[in-house]
């Protein structure tokens, strides 16, 4: 069951309520999902196009259209040339759109459209008007609530997710700038922002070494290779939550039906962020000892606890696969100049 992979694999998911052995996971209630552990081999992924582009010059009239588009509108038919926003940026169809699929999952029948969020094109002088587009360039969103510890926003981002093979391609549903907006879900508001710096960064460095693990560092969107639209309900999105019980919990706080569609959890990047911080911020693991939910678990520097609350019934006591998490979590601690603590294997 499950399977404790290597760098290259995850190790089930994130069972439907825990289990209910003192370390938590996978008996009759919960923990990992069986079949976990599925090598993975990176496939398609999205190229980013970021940096910041500027426009304008010296003298002359430089003309960007504001983003005011509308808003896109889920199976909404799209014609060819239609704008959108989605996600915070703004999108033209490349393509007739008859079905309305989802701008950066369908890349097919969309492209980024460069336009100003506020503001006017600059009329002679030197001044230019500039922007930033796509999912690269070095600097990062100040909406973000991620960037006082983030100030490189997507350029650190990409770092801490760097793993330690060759060819990484990381799928676009993990988009940073979609986890910036899964953020202000209300409930989540206060992940990584107690006010204090270690303890916050110490956050921040777990729940993304846990879902390096996950989802091998970004490049695997469901369990195993199962296919996104599949009717059932197994290991899907940046913590791989797995089992009806936890679609249908998370669905029902987020306010949207992923028992009936699963499969937003891993096509939709803000859905998918929000199922992985629903399970951090808010699902308890009875099965554990000590605290049952993540947050709370970093709340105390306890690592450790947060293994045995996502996989604990197959990875501890002291696996492989739960050193791999803890050298992950050290890795991403370093990144942010501050100390792991001690409690680090479960």
């Known amino acids: ?165 060759a060819g990484h391609v990381a799928k676009s549903l993990y988009s940073y700038s979609a986890l910036c907006t899964a953020l202000k879900t209300t409930g989540f508001t206060s992940f990584a922002n107690s006010g204090n710096a270690d303890t916050d960064k110490r956050e921040i460095a777990a729940f993304f070494a846990h879902v390096a693990k996950e989802t091998a560092f970004l490049e695997q969107t469901d369990e195993a290779m199962e296919a996104s639209n599949a009717q059932d309900y197994h290991g899907r999105g940046a913590i791989q939550i797995t089992g009806q019980s936890n679609y249908a919990a998370a669905g029902q706080y987020l306010g949207k039906d992923l028992v009936g569609n699963p499969g937003l959890v891993s096509t939709d990047p803000v859905t998918n962020w929000q199922s992985a911080l629903w399970f951090w911020m808010v699902n308890y693991n009875p099965g554990t000892a000590g605290v049952q939910n993540c947050h709370q678990a970093m709340g105390t520097g306890d690592f450790a606890q947060t293994t045995r609350i996502i996989n604990g019934g197959i990875e501890c006591p002291g696996s492989q696969s739960a050193m791999q998490r803890a050298g992950y979590f050290t890795n991403n601690c370093s990144t942010l100049s501050v100390s792991p603590g001690t409690q680090l294997v479960c």
């Open 1 to 165: 069951m499950g399977g404790s992979g290597g760098d290259s694999a995850t190790t089930g998911g994130a069972g439907p309520s825990g289990g209910n052995t003192a370390t938590g996971g996978g008996t009759a209630q919960g923990g990992a999902v069986s079949n976990g552990g599925s090598t993975v081999v990176p496939q398609g992924g999205s190229t980013t196009n970021g940096g910041s582009m500027s426009m304008g010059g010296a003298g002359g009239m430089t003309m960007v259209p504001l983003c005011n588009f509308p808003t896109y509108v889920p199976k909404k038919p799209y014609v060819t040339g239609d704008k959108v926003m989605y996600d915070g940026k703004a999108y033209i169809a490349s393509h007739d759109n008859p079905d309305g699929a989802t701008p950066v999952v369908s890349p097919y029948y969309w492209d980024e459209f460069a336009c100003q969020m506020t503001g006017t094109g600059g009329m002679g002088g030197t001044t230019g008007v500039s922007g930033s587009t796509g999912m690269g360039g070095s600097t990062g969103d100040p909406n973000c609530p991620l960037a006082k510890y983030l100030p490189q926003g997507q350029a650190t981002f990409d770092n801490m997710f760097q793993p330690p093979w």
